[in-house]
Nanobody, 123 residues
C-alpha cells in the first residue's frame, strides 16, 4: 500500500517556475515507478512524465519536453516535477501516481494516486 501526497502548486504568472513534490508513504517507495499526470478543466487526465524506480528511465509527454523535469529522491520517498517557463495552458490539477510497471504507468494505469495539487497560470 502506498499513499501519495502532492504539494507545491499555486497561482503563478506566465514565465514563472514551480517545483511540485509528491511524498509517498511506505517502505517500498524505491521499488515503484512514479509518474505525474495533469487534468485541465473540462478535459481528461493526461500523462506528463514518469521515472523508473532507479531514476535511470525517464519518459515525458511531447508537449512538456524541454520545460518539465521529473526526478526522485528515494531516501526522502519523494518525486518531484520541476516546471519552467509556465504557460496558461499548463493550468491543471497535477497528480502523481505509483506503479511497479513503468509501462502501465505511462498508459495511465495505476492503483495508487494522490489527491492532486492545483496549478494555475495567469497570463
Amino acid at each position: 500500500q502506498v499513499q501519495l501526497v502532492e504539494s507545491g502548486g499555486g497561482l503563478v504568472q506566465a514565465g514563472d517556475s514551480l517545483r511540485l513534490s509528491c511524498a509517498a508513504s511506505g517502505r517500498t517507495f524505491s521499488r515503484y515507478s512514479m509518474g505525474w499526470f495533469r487534468q485541465a478543466p473540462g478535459k481528461e487526465r493526461v500523462f506528463v512524465a514518469a521515472i523508473g524506480w532507479s531514476g535511470g528511465t525517464i519518459l515525458y509527454a511531447d508537449s512538456v519536453k524541454g520545460r518539465f523535469t521529473i526526478s526522485r529522491d528515494n531516501a526522502k520517498n519523494t518525486v518531484y516535477l520541476q516546471i519552467n517557463s509556465l504557460k496558461p495552458e499548463d493550468t491543471a490539477v497535477y497528480y502523481c501516481a505509483a506503479d511497479f510497471d513503468l509501462g502501465r504507468l505511462r498508459g495511465g494505469i495505476s492503483d495508487y494516486w494522490g489527491q492532486g495539487t492545483q496549478v494555475t497560470v495567469s497570463s
